[in-house]
Nanobody, 127 residues
């Protein structure tokens, strides 16, 4: 099992920046892909960004490329830097981890590519 705990979400104003963190623990050696998704009220959970555990490849939702940056460090943490935040970025942000098996069965931008999820952290952007 892999445990994921997000942090860093809070209320900000339009145009501000925020950095989310996700701490992974447990059997992290089985993870192949780490990602961020978000879910706004009344909407489906949508892909934001992902990174392979060897840090060689990153993926972004086209609409967020250039404003959001995903990164990892050597201590099983992943981060998401979010700049120039907009009101429409308001959502609960989830950290997710996928194994080599789940990544083979589903594309990186689908929730089915991930087996493990955090509880989420709320980001609210006021106009």
């Amino acid at each position: 099992q892999v445990q994921l705990v997000e942090s860093g979400g809070r209320a900000v104003q339009t145009g501000e920046s925020l950095r989310l963190s996700c701490a992974a623990s447990g059997r992290t050696f089985i993870t192949h892909l780490m990602g961020w998704f978000r879910q706004a009220p009344g909407k489906e959970r949508e892909f934001v960004a992902a990174v392979t555990w060897n840090r060689e490849t990153t993926y972004y939702a086209d609409s967020l490329k250039g404003r959001f940056t995903i990164s990892t460090n050597s201590t099983n943490n992943i981060y998401q830097q979010m700049n120039l935040l907009k009101h429409e970025d308001t959502a609960v942000y989830y950290c997710a981890a996928g194994t080599a098996y789940t990544c083979k069965r589903s594309a990186y931008y689908l929730t089915t590519a991930y087996d493990y999820w955090g509880q989420g952290t709320q980001v609210t952007v006021s106009e």
